[in-house]
């Protein structure tokens, strides 16, 4: 997920909104799957979060099972959040 309270490659979620929204954080160098452009991936700054096309990623506490996206368009923290595209936008609707 994207959080649209985020700055470019700068995450605005602290303390509590990430017992819920965990970061997704790489271990090394972050590498794309199919369907996504490589070159846009990269990391949040000062930090090992991954972003693409300069959102900062994250998890949702609440999706349970691959394929799960029930954290689509909640707006929780100041800012709501949203699936990223491989075009690197929110998926609103």
């Known amino acids: 997920y994207l959080f ?19 970061p997704i954080m790489a271990n090394g160098k972050a590498t794309a799957g199919s369907g996504v452009s490589a070159g846009m991936i990269g990391a949040a700054t000062g930090s090992s979060q991954v972003t693409y096309a300069g ?27 949203y699936a990223i595209s491989p075009a690197g936008t929110a998926v609103v609707g």
């Open 55 to 81: 959102h900062p990623l994250y998890w949702f506490s609440g999706d349970t099972k691959a394929g799960d996206t029930n954290g689509e368009g909640l707006d929780d923290f100041g800012g709501e959040w």
């Open 4 to 22: 649209e309270a985020d700055s470019k490659n700068k995450s605005n979620c602290s303390g509590g909104c990430l017992n819920l929204w965990p």
